[in-house]
């Protein structure tokens, strides 16, 4: 069959709500590419509230949902990729259309971000078992309406996932309280919402409302948000300039000369690493993404000093780290770097 | 010109700001404190203590002190993240005899910090940590597991210091009449 346009959906999540919003996606016939996003495997205790089989626990959960999707329709593009978001170069998210099925709220503003910097409308669901709500909202970059931080006020912020020295792994983790029902309730919401986004239909789409279905009382309660000038994201989308090179044979010093200087946005560069449990130590440049983990003992490296942490690379860098390449220091093609004057995707050469 | 300079966003620029004047009146008003801004990238305060506080002496031996530095960085995305692993360094004395000071390491652990905790909030945490006003002695959640046990055993010496963070001396000259 041939298509008049492709779509493309980028879905991040693939837990309750994402797993159950998969089939419903490879179904539409508008779409034609699917990229999935998720670390984790399936596992046993995922098998009640998500919407897999036996089969799939053990595996990726991208490789399942993948699998799944190209059952249902073999024409599709699939991108599996099986990665947290934060650790993706950001030009791997470029899509029509984000989906945010996520119960971090970290990454949920990570998939806010990626989506006003690429200029892409995203969906975000989620629900709240206890209550029986589920809910979706859209977020349309660049016109001044609201992104998801707008509404957030410092002890929302203060609920964010954080991992602390002290050997507490994780704090204020959101309660995952979904059960199959909602989270299936939830994700027709967001299909819909994809439906009306990818046929332009933003009119009667949720952008900038956030619809909510109160499945114990029948209720359907929409609330609409606006900018908030104090919002602490700035809400920038970036034009992108192609900076076609081979990440293995750049050094930073020729890299440099083109862009400026140069850093990633969200990330930082150490010059040194310590495992803060056993002492491990490594020296040299890379960027510190995903945070650092000790390959011994697996607790968190850190950078042992201010001065041994960068935000950019300049020309005052020591020349044996000038030396190096965008690929040894952890760059990666679609990896988007700001420079002096413009922010440039890296790309692999063209043979 | 975009934004790439470390603090180039106006509200994180403004935040910056405050943190500064905030610092400094709060290092003006106690005899316990001193503020220094170190603009060197990255950019970042260096926060002297001259409150007691403990060290290990070679000789095993637990002995008050009065001088403790730490550096507090706050990133360019602080507003949004806070990363507690990034933003606090221990500066020293090495020999700090504290649970949630590392003695190996320069890590403070000083329990939440939530994103946009203001530097004078951290500095007050910082302080009470050294004056032993809190701590956390659990073997599972802490620094240094060697103090651990000591801590509990020790709680009657706690605090070290009770004099506030935020005072003056005042220069009286009592005259007899």
């Known amino acids: 069959m041939q298509r008049e346009k492709s779509s493309h959906i980028a879905v991040v999540g693939l837990g309750a709500i994402g797993s159950q919003l998969l089939p419903l996606l490879a179904r539409m016939p508008e779409l034609t590419h699917l990229t999935l996003v998720d670390p984790q495997s399936f596992a046993e205790a995922n098998v009640h509230g998500q919407n897999i089989f036996r089969c799939d626990i053990g595996e990726l959960k991208v490789a399942a949902m993948a699998r799944r999707a190209l059952a249902i329709n073999p024409d599709l593009e699939v991108t599996a990729l099986p990665a947290a978001v934060e650790n993706l170069p950001l030009a791997a998210m470029r899509a029509d259309l984000l989906v945010a099925c996520v119960d971090s709220r970290l990454a949920r503003l990570i998939v806010n971000e990626i989506a006003f910097r690429l200029g892409i409308p995203w969906i975000d669901t989620g629900v709240l078992g206890v209550a029986h709500l589920a809910r979706v909202t859209a977020y349309f970059p660049g016109e001044n309406g609201p992104c998801a931080e707008c509404s957030m006020d410092a002890r929302d912020y203060a609920l964010l996932e954080t991992e602390y020295p002290c050997g507490a792994q994780v704090a204020s983790e959101a309660p995952s309280d979904t059960t199959a029902v909602l989270a299936s309730l939830a994700s027709s919401l967001a299909a819909n919402e994809c439906q009306k986004l990818l046929a332009g239909d933003r009119q009667h789409a949720a952008v900038g409302c956030q619809v909510t279905v109160d499945a114990r009382s029948h209720r359907m309660i929409s609330t609409t948000f606006r900018r908030n000038p104090d919002c602490r994201f700035d809400h920038a989308q970036w034009e992108i300039a192609p900076l076609r090179c081979s990440l293995q044979r750049l050094t930073i010093a020729r890299a440099l000369a083109s862009t400026g200087p140069m850093r990633v946005a969200g990330h930082r560069f150490v010059l040194q690493s310590v495992c803060t449990k056993c002492g491990l130590r490594f020296d040299g440049l890379r960027l510190d993404r995903p945070k650092s983990r000790c390959p011994k003992c697996g607790a968190r490296m850190i950078a042992p000093a201010f001065d041994a942490m960068i935000d950019r690379l300049d020309t005052s860098l020591p020349p044996e780290y000038l030396d190096r390449t965008l690929a040894q220091i952890g760059l990666r093609a679609g990896d988007v770097v700001c420079g002096a004057d413009q922010y440039y995707e890296l790309l692999p050469e063209v043979s | ?177």
């Open chain 2, 1 to 177: 010109m975009i934004d790439n300079g470390a603090h180039a966003d106006p509200i994180f620029e403004r935040f910056l700001q405050r943190q500064h004047e905030e610092g400094k009146a709060l290092a003006a008003a106690s005899d316990l404190l001193e503020l220094d801004a170190y603009p060197v990238a990255p950019p970042h305060f260096v926060a002297t203590f001259h409150c007691k506080g403990l060290v290990r002496l070679p000789d095993a031996s637990i002995e008050e002190a009065n001088f403790f530095q730490a550096g507090i960085w706050f990133p360019p995305d602080y507003l949004r993240r806070a990363d507690p692993f990034e933003i606090l360094r221990w500066f020293g004395p090495p020999n700090i005899w504290h649970p949630n000071i590392s003695d190996t390491l320069p890590l403070i652990c000083v329990g939440r910090v939530s994103p946009g905790t203001p530097l004078v909030d951290l500095v007050y945490q910082l302080f009470d940590l050294l004056t032993y006003a809190k701590f956390n002695p659990r073997e599972n959640d802490c620094l240094n597991q060697a103090c651990c046990s000591w801590t509990r055993n020790n709680q009657r010496r706690f605090p070290v210091d009770r004099r506030p963070l935020k005072r003056r001396p005042i220069n009286l000259e009592v005259r007899p009449s």
